[in-house]
């Protein structure tokens, strides 16, 4: 490996470096304080390598992974989130307890994980990512140990995803069987044409119809959905909060790139199944949605419905060959969907105050927070106006995203999907507005809100407003992105 | 700038109002009428401007102020901003109706009233925005926009319904909105395919070839849009919710400004955009519209809640405005622009006395009303006024717009047009008992109640002359509005070759 390969991995060594800092530091003298500092210290380095390493320009480093714009990109991504996550944590975590230090490791590596994913172009780092990120995820949702509930989504969330890691490993070794590749690159040159045996082509089918099932699951797409409520409201929110953004923006990246260099647009067969998934997602989250009286499930369908809307937009690049546009209107919309579900779920975890039996997760607790702690009504009402589409968000541009994407490639049903859904979104959005403004009842313990995810959520809804309104920087940086793309 | 000068200061007006609670009750109401004033000072000067003359799909139209800057350029989308007569019409009655409605909240809202001045005023911005955007985008956001405020107006400081009322309003008009949008992408799309430029530009847009079935479809997510709002039948019913719940001030603005919007709409976007597939739609739309006009005014009459008569007495005259814009031709379409003013101003009022009623009786039915000239001789002559106005009594704004729909609307189609004046029939018949059951008859023993006071008995003042003298002489609102009517419709004549000729024989 050559020193110029070594300078692009700068931001997975720093990463690294600062989980074997963080091990020692816990290892020699616990203090929770220093773990929170070095995490974010050792995150925002992380961060500052990312334009270094950008001007280097792209560079295969192994047949493993490829260090390009793209990557580097979403690896920004979720180290911002990771960082917001941390400094929710740390609000959180703060009066739980002794031994919450182990907490930043896990985070850490989580992100590590996520940034082999955005990066890897074979299958081997595929995995490699994605076991790292989950394993890591396992214990970050059980993380308090306080009551069973997290314990349960914890054990739910372990055994679905060793199945549905299962279910991937099993295609790869199917289309392994058939190409004999492992790398996306290669693969490319089996897609469109029929292999010579039908059987072959069936079996390739297979394999790839495993594949992504497995990574529909993780992205919890109807009908792999199941666990998505459970485990999000049985996590600590600050989890809850990781595990609505980078575990799922991490293997959509993945997903964007490996759709994009294996041609995997050219299966048609594919794409209608996605596109049932994405129909299916839309009506059963928005639907299922309307049932809730506790925010967290209430997001948890939401976001089984904005996967599905994300969707539309990955769809998008295959129908006429635009495929620039569908990553373009993706990443987009998964930045505001970033934006938004961090917000949101950092104003549940600064409501959730460490006296509480469990998170401030039911709707009765949010009644007239607008006239009690008027901030975290205010960041909460922003955030799900974005949520719901609303123009002046990020949301709306993530959503205007969606009907360019739709529209230029004619997928009618598609869009109407989108339109009932958003139609449905609307009424449990509104209801959660609603009950804020509602003049407050006869409530409650009610905590002070904590100073660091007051600024955390107060950051995120200046960025959610200033994106909404002038979107164009992000659309400059998401267009340069692309063009790093082979 | 100007444009944007006036958005600027109604919203800044709002975040002052808000702060202002803080320190005193009272400051926000002045605030927001300050800055109302504020943003019609800034307009005097187009009332006086020479128009600049802009190229409109090769047909020259006049435009008194036009300003642009980039913004998103990778979808060609620009802050584009421009006022010609109708829209300063429309923008003065907005400000007009915005001082109105604060004057009603006045002594309605004792609950935040710093709250509910920023969502009034963050409304009538919405609204400005509506009527100046001339970027496709930009007007959908303000579409989008004004919405938001208005559901925290309703669902507030509404009445008892106000969660289901609120709920409604923001459903029907968001998904109608929706479908909008999505017209408005597909017809920027086909503009890129057929030229390679993706622009949301108005001017650009207007005229360009699209073939007929896409044209239609295009077209229909417009009107829905607009015909949700205005409200047609048949998707008027968010409407009677809305505005009877809805504190004074909110029905105010909602009657008053927001129906119009759709109005605005039709005439500035749905038609000139796609003027074919507009008269596709005509007889259908304008069916809708005398549909709309029988059936609100009977459902007006079956009403025992004061607000939803006027609500239901709203749809009934809305339906002129939805007939008037799709018999399409100069006499109609005057009609329907003089009908939206002098509906907001008579609909406002009568909100207004509405408002005035619950304040001091604690209820809306009008069965427990009765006999209240005895007791407030002022507010019954007022009402008995605006009453009248809105039966269209010759001589007052509403009647010259009712009669030059009808007039215009007769070359067009007689039997819609006969079915259309029945509604001026069954208008006196609502509005005759409504005023008997709450005015007239034996007042109740014992009920101390006070007269309007000067601050109403002002803003009231000041409607009925404006109502007087939309009706006496109507003449500067048709100098206001005949050239942007007239290459509205010569446009879209000229692009379809199908319409009647332009007659332009004034009135």
Known sequence: MSAAELYVLLPVIVLSGTICVLLLAIAFARNFNVSVVISVLGLLTTLATIPLVLAAGPTQVTPLIRVDAFGLMFTGLILLACLAVSLLAFDYFRNRGELQDEFFVLLLSSALGGAILTMSTHFAAFILGLELLGVSLYAMISYPAKGLSSLEAALKYLILSGVSSAFILFGIALVFAITGTMDFATLKNFAGVEAPDQGYGLMLMAGFAMLLAGVMFKLSLVPFHMWTPDVYEGAPAPVTAFVATVSKGAIFAVLLRFMWTTRFYEYEAVLAGLSMVAIASMLVGNLLALLQDNVKRVLAYSSIAHLGYLLVALIAGGVTGGKELAVEASSVFLVAYFITTLGAFGVVSAMSHDELERDADMLVAYQGLVWRRPLLALVFSAMLLSLAGIPLTVGFIGKFYLFIAGVDSQMWVLIATLIVGSGIGLYYYLRIIFTMISRPGDVVTDGVSPLTSSWVVVTLTVVLVWLGVYPTPLIALITEMIDSLV | ?507
Do not use: C
């Open chain 2, 1 to 507: 700038m100007l444009l944007w000068a006036t958005i600027l200061v109604l919203l800044a007006g709002g975040a002052i109002a808000w702060l202002a609670e803080a320190w005193n009750k009272d400051l926000p109401r002045w605030v927001s009428v300050g800055s109302i004033v504020i943003a019609g000072l800034l307009m005097v000067p187009l009332f006086v401007s020479t128009p600049q003359t802009v190229l409109l799909a090769d047909t020259e139209s006049e435009w008194l102020a036009v300003s642009s800057s980039t913004w998103i350029p990778r979808f060609g989308i620009t802050l584009l901003v421009g006022i010609d007569g109708l829209s300063l019409l429309m923008v003065a009655l907005t400000l007009l109706l915005g001082v109105v409605a604060v004057a009603s909240s006045w002594s309605e809202i004792d609950y935040r009233p710093g709250f509910f001045q920023f969502n009034l005023m963050w409304t009538l911005a919405g609204v400005v925005g509506v009527f100046v955007a001339l970027d496709l985008f930009l007007f959908f956001l303000f579409w989008e926009v004004m919405l938001i405020p208005m559901y925290f107006l309703i669902a507030i400081w509404g009445h008892e319904e106000r969660g289901y009322a609120a709920m409604k309003f923001f459903l029907f008009t968001q998904v109608s909105g929706l479908l909008m949008l999505v017209s408005i992408v597909a017809l920027v799309l086909v503009h890129h395919s057929n030229s390679g430029v993706l622009t949301f530009n108005y001017f650009d847009l207007l005229g360009i070839p699209i073939s007929e079935g896409v044209a239609f479809y295009l077209m229909l997510g417009f009107f829905i849009a607009f015909v949700v709002k205005l409200p047609g039948f048949p998707f008027h019913t968010w409407l009677p919710d809305a505005h009877t719940q809805a504190p004074t001030a909110a029905s105010v603005l909602l009657a008053g400004i927001l129906l119009k919007t759709g109005a605005y709409g039709l005439i500035r976007f749905t038609v000139p955009l796609f003027p074919g597939a507009a008269i596709e739609i005509a007889q259908f739309a304008m069916v809708l519209g005398v549909v709309g006009i029988i059936y609100g005014a009977i459902l007006a009459f079956a009403q025992t809640d004061f607000k939803r008569l006027v609500a239901y007495s709203s749809v009934s005259h809305m339906g002129f405005v939805l007939l008037g814009v799709y018999a399409w031709n100069e006499l109609t379409l005057q009609g329907s622009v003089m009908q939206m003013v002098a509906h907001g101003l008579s609909t406002a009022a009568l909100f207004m006395l509405a408002g005035a009623l619950q304040h001091r009786l604690h209820t809306r039915d009008m069965s427990k009303m009765g006999g209240l000239w005895q007791d407030m001789p002022r507010m019954g002559a007022i009402a008995m006024f605006f009453f009248v106005a809105s039966l269209g009594m010759p001589g007052l704004g509403n009647f010259v717009g009712e009669f030059l729909v009808l007039l215009g609307a007769f070359k067009v189609n007689i039997v819609i047009t006969v079915i259309a004046s029945i509604g001026l029939i069954s208008a006196a018949i609502y509005a005759l008992i409504a005023m008997q059951k709450v005015f007239q008859g034996a007042p109740t023993a014992g009920r101390a109640l006070n007269d309007l006071d000067t601050r109403e008995v002002l803003v009231m003042v000041l409607m009925m002359l404006g109502l007087v003298g939309l009706g006496m002489y109507p003449q500067p609102v048709f100098d206001l509005v005949d050239p942007v009517l007239a290459s509205l419709y010569e446009f879209s004549g000229a692009a379809e070759g199908t319409q009647g000729a332009w007659t332009g024989d004034g009135q």
